[in-house]
């Protein structure tokens, strides 16, 4: 799963604006109830046990519930008090901060050169986000999306690794080592690849 939220929405808001950033957090209301039930269940190895089966953990419930009634306040068009919208748009400036004290809370307890000594961690770190958003741009464009419909769904997948994969892991006792390598990686290419792929969705919304 890519960063999309924390690590992109402010890059999107300050590239593309507020209207565009409202159309991507409702296109990603499925990424992130996937992320949240399937993705925990994943990453926290539940799957792998005999006999488990897929349940929605109640530590994840506050999120899916803010997701719906996200979705329900749009559809329905229901305006909050004033203090509310503000205090929630103050909060939202907060996301890129917060996001970038927490990777480097995570991968500061991992030796430098533990971090770089992984041909698996660039492997999957590329794939993440060269071929993923390059796949992505290539279909869209072939089948005539254009406008938001092509930049949403590039700007996705061009995102770099989300920290859930460290986040989830730590939680459950696991060893996050391999994934922190990934994440760690998978950044330190989004800050050439990602310059690039918004200069080209600019380039299809102009």
Do not use: H
């Not at 971090?115 to 958003?133: E, G, K, Q």
């Not at 996705?156 to 986040?167: D, F, L």
């Amino acid at each position: 799963f890519s960063n999309y939220a924390y690590f992109g929405y402010p890059l999107l808001r300050n590239v593309f604006g507020e209207t565009m950033l409202a159309e991507t957090v409702l296109f990603a209301v499925p990424f992130t109830i996937t992320i949240f039930t399937l993705g925990t269940y994943l990453l926290t190895g539940e799957s792998g046990k005999r006999g488990s089966r897929f349940s929605v953990s109640g530590k994840m419930l506050p999120v899916l519930a803010a997701a719906l009634f996200g979705i329900l306040f749009g559809l329905l068009d229901i305006k909050l008090p004033s203090v509310v919208t503000t205090g929630i748009s103050d909060l939202s400036k907060c996301m890129c901060p917060v996001s970038l004290i927490l990777t480097g809370y995570v991968l500061a307890s991992y030796r430098i050169k533990e971090l770089f000594l992984s041909a698996r961690a660039y492997l999957i770190a590329a794939i993440r986000v060269i071929l993923f958003p390059l796949l992505t741009a290539g279909l869209l464009w072939l089948i005539g999306l254009r406008g938001s419909a092509f930049v949403i769904p590039v700007f996705i997948t061009s995102m770099p690794v989300g920290m859930n994969v460290v986040i989830f892991s730590e939680a459950n006792g696991k060893n996050s080592s391999a994934e922190a390598r990934i994440c760690f990686i998978s950044y330190l290419i989004s800050l050439i690849t990602i310059p690039i792929i918004f200069g080209i969705l600019q380039g299809s919304v102009s």
